[in-house]
């Protein structure tokens, strides 16, 4: 069974940054998609930012300019560093293969504000 395990998250002001990073257990991570996925309260989760095993990538136009995902395939991880942070952006957020296969992790919880 795969594991994701998101880290990064934390209480950060309007304007501040913030580096989620994801360890990916397993042998999923060089050959998938990965990406990173958000849930607002009372909101549906959505996708915020994929990277292809390539290094394509992808982002919500909410986020685009502000978010950067990366990944290390050696080492299993993924990462996404968040500048500008906005009260919007406050969720938890999650990783997973994009489109999304494993089982969810607990996620990271994001709060912006002041």
């Known amino acids: 069974q795969v594991q994701l395990v998101e880290s990064g998250g934390g209480l950060v002001q309007p304007g501040g940054s913030l580096r989620l990073s994801c360890a990916a257990s397993?042998?999923?991570?060089?050959?998938?998609?990965m990406g990173w996925y958000r849930q607002g309260r009372g909101k549906q989760r959505e996708l915020v930012a994929v990277?292809?095993?390539?290094?394509?990538?992808y982002y919500l136009d909410l986020v685009k300019g502000r978010f950067t995902i990366s990944r290390d395939n050696a080492d299993n991880m993924l990462y996404l560093q968040m500048n500008s942070l906005k009260p919007e952006d406050t969720a938890v957020y999650y990783c997973?293969?994009?489109?999304?296969?494993?089982?969810w992790g607990q996620g990271t919880q994001v709060t912006v504000s002041s």
């Open positions: 397993g042998s999923i991570f060089s050959l998938n998609a």
């Open positions: 997973n293969t994009d489109p999304p296969r494993q089982k």
């Open positions: 990277m292809s095993s390539g290094g394509r990538t």
